[in-house]
């Protein structure tokens, strides 16, 4: 971890290289849908009909992945699992990314199912982030990510679920 502005409290604009990794191992599956090319891709070409919808969930999710690589505290270790919190957060965060990547197997072999695309792509991954900041007591990328989590999960039902 890199530290560069003091924010408040423990709290310092910075580079958190843990940070960079997890959004990294999240976006994986899109760095390999190039390479894959599925047959059908609803979640690229999903319509976008409600514009405050789209512009919340993208705010947020940037703000989330600007937050998870760009903030940083000097009173958590670069990679701890000290208390039972740590652990339970640590253990939810893998738990969020390993459905997540489950879901993309499925979809990239076909099993596109609205109810799977929006558990696995939708709710996972700002879950993911949530509990990411939660196990690294990053508290304000953990308050982002339950408005993101709200309308992310929101937007893919309307768009996968049946009416």
Aim: proline share 4%; with cysteine; aromatic share 18%.
């Amino acid at each position: 971890m890199l530290k560069f502005v003091h924010l408040f409290k423990n709290y310092w604009l910075g580079i958190s290289f843990l940070g960079m990794a997890a959004f990294a191992i999240q976006e994986i599956p899109y760095m390999l849908m190039p390479l894959i090319k599925p047959a059908s891709n609803p979640i690229m070409n999903m319509p976008h009909e409600i514009k405050w919808i789209e512009a919340v969930q993208g705010i947020c999710g940037v703000l989330s992945m600007v937050l998870l690589m760009l903030i940083v505290r000097d009173d958590v270790g670069a990679f701890t699992l000290a208390t039972a919190w740590e652990k339970v957060f640590f253990g939810l965060t893998v738990l969020m990314i390993a459905i997540n990547f489950a879901g993309w197997t499925l979809y990239y072999t076909g099993h596109q199912y609205g109810w799977l695309i929006v558990l696995s792509q939708f709710a996972a991954v700002p879950l993911y982030y949530l509990f990411f900041g939660l196990w690294r007591s990053n508290y304000i990328l953990a308050g982002v990510c339950v408005p993101f989590f709200l309308v992310h999960t929101i937007n893919g039902a309307m768009n996968f679920l049946k009416k």
